[in-house]
Protein backbone atom coordinates (compact mmCIF):
# COMPACT_ATOMS: atom_id res chain seq x y z
CA UNK A 1 0.00 0.00 0.00
CA UNK A 2 2.82 2.36 0.76
CA UNK A 3 4.91 1.62 -2.67
CA UNK A 4 1.60 2.18 -3.99
CA UNK A 5 0.51 5.56 -2.58
CA UNK A 6 4.72 6.06 -3.13
CA UNK A 7 4.06 5.57 -6.61
CA UNK A 8 1.63 7.54 -7.46
CA UNK A 9 3.02 10.82 -5.44
CA UNK A 10 6.16 10.35 -7.66
CA UNK A 11 4.15 10.07 -10.65
CA UNK A 12 2.42 12.70 -10.05
CA UNK A 13 5.55 14.62 -9.11
CA UNK A 14 6.87 14.12 -12.38
CA UNK A 15 3.86 15.06 -14.35
CA UNK A 16 4.07 18.46 -11.81
CA UNK A 17 8.10 18.60 -13.17
CA UNK A 18 7.71 19.05 -16.43
CA UNK A 19 11.12 18.66 -18.66
CA UNK A 20 14.41 20.38 -18.21
CA UNK A 21 15.63 20.21 -21.88
CA UNK A 22 19.66 20.24 -22.47
CA UNK A 23 20.61 22.56 -24.89
CA UNK A 24 20.87 20.50 -27.28
CA UNK A 25 17.61 19.08 -26.79
CA UNK A 26 16.18 22.25 -26.47
CA UNK A 27 17.78 22.74 -30.14
CA UNK A 28 16.23 19.87 -31.56
CA UNK A 29 13.20 20.48 -30.16
CA UNK A 30 12.65 23.96 -32.01
CA UNK A 31 14.22 22.76 -35.27
CA UNK A 32 11.41 19.81 -35.05
CA UNK A 33 8.90 23.13 -34.74
CA UNK A 34 10.03 24.80 -37.46
CA UNK A 35 12.10 27.53 -36.11
CA UNK A 36 14.12 29.03 -38.21
CA UNK A 37 18.05 28.22 -37.85
CA UNK A 38 19.14 31.57 -38.78
CA UNK A 39 17.85 32.60 -35.23
CA UNK A 40 18.13 29.42 -32.98
CA UNK A 41 20.77 30.74 -31.12
CA UNK A 42 18.50 33.91 -30.60
CA UNK A 43 15.61 31.36 -29.37
CA UNK A 44 17.74 29.41 -27.29
CA UNK A 45 19.44 32.44 -25.85
CA UNK A 46 15.60 33.53 -24.98
CA UNK A 47 14.20 30.16 -23.52
CA UNK A 48 17.21 29.78 -21.63
CA UNK A 49 16.78 33.15 -19.79
CA UNK A 50 13.30 33.02 -19.64
CA UNK A 51 12.68 29.40 -18.60
CA UNK A 52 16.24 27.67 -17.83
CA UNK A 53 14.45 25.50 -20.45
CA UNK A 54 11.84 23.76 -18.18
CA UNK A 55 8.59 23.12 -20.24
CA UNK A 56 6.77 23.47 -16.70
CA UNK A 57 7.94 27.08 -15.75
CA UNK A 58 5.22 28.95 -13.66
CA UNK A 59 6.72 32.46 -13.18
CA UNK A 60 5.70 34.88 -9.94
CA UNK A 61 3.16 37.08 -9.99
CA UNK A 62 4.12 40.15 -11.63
CA UNK A 63 3.22 43.83 -10.49
CA UNK A 64 0.69 43.90 -12.87
CA UNK A 65 -1.08 40.69 -11.34
CA UNK A 66 -0.30 38.61 -14.86
CA UNK A 67 1.97 35.60 -15.26
CA UNK A 68 4.10 33.88 -17.59
CA UNK A 69 4.27 30.42 -18.40
CA UNK A 70 6.40 27.89 -20.05
CA UNK A 71 9.58 26.95 -21.61
CA UNK A 72 8.66 30.70 -23.33
CA UNK A 73 7.17 32.72 -20.40
CA UNK A 74 3.81 33.41 -22.62
CA UNK A 75 2.04 35.95 -21.09
CA UNK A 76 -1.91 35.21 -19.65
CA UNK A 77 -2.62 39.01 -19.62
CA UNK A 78 -2.68 38.76 -23.48
CA UNK A 79 -2.24 35.21 -24.84
CA UNK A 80 -3.15 32.04 -23.29
CA UNK A 81 -6.72 31.47 -21.15
CA UNK A 82 -6.13 30.69 -17.15
CA UNK A 83 -9.18 28.99 -17.42
CA UNK A 84 -9.93 25.28 -18.68
CA UNK A 85 -11.06 26.67 -22.20
CA UNK A 86 -8.75 27.60 -24.54
CA UNK A 87 -9.02 31.34 -25.29
CA UNK A 88 -6.72 34.80 -25.45
CA UNK A 89 -4.84 35.54 -28.28
CA UNK A 90 -2.99 31.80 -29.13
CA UNK A 91 -6.50 30.17 -28.49
CA UNK A 92 -4.67 27.93 -25.69
CA UNK A 93 -5.42 27.70 -21.96
CA UNK A 94 -2.26 28.25 -20.04
CA UNK A 95 -1.67 24.83 -18.79
CA UNK A 96 -1.59 24.21 -22.85
CA UNK A 97 2.01 25.77 -22.40
CA UNK A 98 3.62 23.66 -19.60
CA UNK A 99 3.36 20.10 -21.29
CA UNK A 100 6.06 18.57 -22.40
CA UNK A 101 5.12 18.49 -25.75
CA UNK A 102 5.78 22.17 -26.82
CA UNK A 103 3.88 22.20 -30.04
CA UNK A 104 1.25 25.11 -28.83
CA UNK A 105 3.76 26.51 -26.75
CA UNK A 106 5.93 26.85 -29.99
CA UNK A 107 3.48 28.47 -32.45
CA UNK A 108 2.48 30.62 -29.36
CA UNK A 109 5.83 31.89 -29.34
CA UNK A 110 6.10 32.28 -33.20
CA UNK A 111 2.65 33.98 -33.26
CA UNK A 112 4.14 36.78 -30.37
CA UNK A 113 7.78 36.95 -32.11
CA UNK A 114 5.44 38.12 -35.67
CA UNK A 115 3.41 40.65 -34.19
CA UNK A 116 6.57 41.96 -31.76
CA UNK A 117 9.89 40.15 -32.58
CA UNK A 118 11.94 39.21 -29.72
CA UNK A 119 11.54 42.90 -27.84
CA UNK A 120 8.40 41.07 -26.78
CA UNK A 121 10.72 39.05 -24.21
CA UNK A 122 12.39 41.07 -21.43
CA UNK A 123 14.52 37.75 -21.35
CA UNK A 124 16.04 38.15 -25.08
CA UNK A 125 16.07 41.57 -24.47
CA UNK A 126 18.55 42.30 -21.68
CA UNK A 127 20.32 39.12 -22.58
CA UNK A 128 20.48 38.32 -26.20
CA UNK A 129 21.83 41.24 -27.73
CA UNK A 130 25.58 40.32 -26.91
CA UNK A 131 27.18 36.77 -27.50
CA UNK A 132 24.92 33.88 -28.14
CA UNK A 133 24.92 30.08 -26.82
CA UNK A 134 26.85 27.81 -28.94
CA UNK A 135 25.24 25.43 -30.35
CA UNK A 136 27.72 24.30 -33.24
CA UNK A 137 27.77 20.58 -31.41
CA UNK A 138 23.73 20.36 -31.60
C1 LIG B 1 17.85 36.04 -16.76
O1 LIG B 1 18.50 37.29 -16.72
C2 LIG B 1 18.33 38.01 -15.51
C3 LIG B 1 19.02 39.34 -15.63
O2 LIG B 1 18.56 40.06 -16.73
C4 LIG B 1 18.90 37.23 -14.38
O3 LIG B 1 18.66 37.92 -13.17
C5 LIG B 1 18.23 35.87 -14.33
O4 LIG B 1 18.81 35.09 -13.32
C6 LIG B 1 18.34 35.15 -15.65
N1 LIG B 1 17.56 33.93 -15.58
C7 LIG B 1 18.05 32.75 -15.91
C8 LIG B 1 17.12 31.62 -15.75
O5 LIG B 1 19.17 32.61 -16.34
C1 LIG C 1 3.25 42.70 -16.69
O1 LIG C 1 4.45 42.78 -15.98
C2 LIG C 1 5.45 41.91 -16.49
C3 LIG C 1 6.66 41.98 -15.59
O2 LIG C 1 6.89 43.26 -15.12
C4 LIG C 1 5.76 42.28 -17.94
O3 LIG C 1 6.71 41.35 -18.46
C5 LIG C 1 4.50 42.19 -18.76
O4 LIG C 1 4.78 42.63 -20.08
C6 LIG C 1 3.41 43.04 -18.15
N1 LIG C 1 2.21 42.78 -18.88
C7 LIG C 1 1.35 43.74 -19.17
C8 LIG C 1 0.18 43.31 -19.96
O5 LIG C 1 1.50 44.90 -18.84
C1 LIG D 1 -9.72 27.54 -30.66
O1 LIG D 1 -9.32 26.18 -30.52
C2 LIG D 1 -10.40 25.27 -30.47
C3 LIG D 1 -9.82 23.89 -30.25
O2 LIG D 1 -8.99 23.88 -29.14
C4 LIG D 1 -11.17 25.36 -31.77
O3 LIG D 1 -12.28 24.48 -31.70
C5 LIG D 1 -11.65 26.78 -32.01
O4 LIG D 1 -12.27 26.87 -33.26
C6 LIG D 1 -10.49 27.75 -31.95
N1 LIG D 1 -10.96 29.11 -32.01
C7 LIG D 1 -10.40 30.03 -32.77
C8 LIG D 1 -10.98 31.41 -32.69
O5 LIG D 1 -9.45 29.79 -33.50
Not at 7 to 18: D, R
Not at 33 to 53: I, Y
Not at 99 to 113: E, G, L, M, N
Request: proline share 3%; aromatic share 8%.
Amino acid sequence: MKLIILGVAVAILATCEGVTFTRCQLVHQLRKHGFPEAKMRDWVCLVENESSRTTSKVGPVNSNRSRDYGLFQINDKYWCSNTKTPGKDCNVTCADLLTDDITKAASCAKKIFQRHGFNAWYGWKNHCQGALPDISKC
